[in-house]
């Protein structure tokens, strides 16, 4: 869906919000499974649009069957969109030759309008002050997937570049463009950093293909932020699969978390998905918005109330008559850029640092908002862009994203992750994760023939665990292909031995996770020898 529509009007008092998200949707998004096999007539997918989406090995064997069924290859991944009709028949001729990798509906998601009210500047100056000087705009691209630009809007022209050329068919793309990036003096609008480049993807049907192909598109234009106002209820292999392909080539992903408060709070994707950072909306107040969606996936608030925006003049109109050329919009889909600008912002400042990172200082720099602490309303908190700048250089979290096997074995993202140790010298790394934005981290060994390796997890806080799969796990979840198990409590170590019996070497996937409730990160050293 659309994530902008301001929701009708209603009253829910803000003491009972921790009751209305008690029972609110985590951030799962299957990351822990397998690649999923789902095909006409099976289950869910029976309601499911006129196309499917077909994943496979790359290589030309696969480009030979898809073109035979008349598919059509989704940029940047190795997968296909086929009709529905023709992707029973494409999957089982895939599968015969072992080539099949995933198969899933190509879900669309649902528009929504904006609301209109009265002009102002609240919005920016409630993430960064009036007077905090903006660095030189030109090196950080942020990609809007959303309607197109409108290339006619004087404050937007100059620094917009269209990677697609699809028509300008509704306002929203513009309105979200604005809030990042409106220059000053060229209109009524001033965009959180003004004058950062625009790379403009617009968005045809919405659907799970058409999004993965605008993050593919933005990744090769050179985006450094990708920003994502819109969301379903249904996670998506291909689109997660697109956005960990972008954040291997370190590009971060913000998205709306969604305006579904009254509706049960759902989990939206792609908000929820892992390394995503998911932004839910204030007031004009400080105060957690009626209608922003609060879960477990939510990151950072930002302003989503009368939020100032650009409109194309040709939506700008009563009566006929073109007016200003600006409104105020509500919602999270407004929410999502500027904190996308506020991204761009710091990977401007500190171009060093990694998607991890600037997602990082985003979270530890963010003005907390009452309950205190950590909450599913506003995450961490108000985005405020001069103490996420203040903060030290956060850790490096290595080898991501290495959140599911699929993401390790090529099957996602066409190449396998490096091997972490092949038996020689002993390999050491430390690394965090996060049960709700990475919930796993999974590595690579290779154990030679005969050869016994020791393996052994070292919590700095939290609560890891340490797993060993042999290498034909497709998920890292259940007991058939696991050989290793440990589970410590507090700060002892996980220690396990895997012997390799064979005359030959052999591969396995060594996997962390983390079982706190309580505390639902965690930072470890891993370390492999014989």
Known sequence: MRICALRSAFSVPLAACALAIAGAGTASAGS????????????????????WIIGARAGARSDQLAARFGAQPITGLPAFTVA??????????????????????????????AYEGQLD??????VVPADFAWPAPGSVAVAVLDDRVDGSVSDLSQQTRWLNSTPVTEAHGTMVASTISAVVGRGPIVGVFPGTPILSYGLTSFSCANVAAGIDAAVKAGARIINMSLGTEIGCFTMNAAIQRAYSKDVLSVAAAGNEFTEGNPTEYPAAFPHVVSVAATDSRGRVSEFSTANAAVDVAAPGVGVPVDVPLKFDNEDGNPTDGATTANGTSFSSPITAGAAAWIASVRP???????????????????????????????????????LPTPMLDPQEPNDSIPLVDGTALGS???????????????????????????????????????????????GVDLTVYTSTAKSASGSRYRVAYSKKSGKLVDRVAVKNSSTNTKNFYVVVSDHDSKLLNAEYTLRISR
């Open 84 to 113: 529905r009709a023709k992707a029973t028949e494409m999957a089982a001729a895939l599968k015969r030759e072992r080539l099949l990798a995933w198969a899933e509906p190509n879900i669309r998601a649902k528009r929504k309008s």
């Open 32 to 51: 822990v499974g397998a690649a999923p096999i789902k095909l006409p007539g099976a289950g869910a997918s029976r309601a499911a649009a006129s196309d």
């Open 121 to 126: 500047r609240w919005a920016r100056v409630a």
């Open 416 to 462: 396998k992750a490096p091997l972490l140790w092949t038996g020689g010298v002993a390999a050491s790394l430390a690394a965090k994760i996060d049960q709700l934005k990475d919930p796993l981290d999974i590595y690579r060994i290779r154990i030679p023939a005969r050869s016994t390796a020791k393996i052994s997890l070292t919590p700095k806080f939290g």
């Open 352 to 390: 060093d640092l990694k998607p991890g990172q600037i997602a990082d200082l985003l979270r530890k720099g963010a003005k907390d908002v009452a309950p205190k602490g950590y909450d599913r309303n506003t995450g961490f908190g108000l985005v405020n862009i001069p103490a996420s700048l203040a």
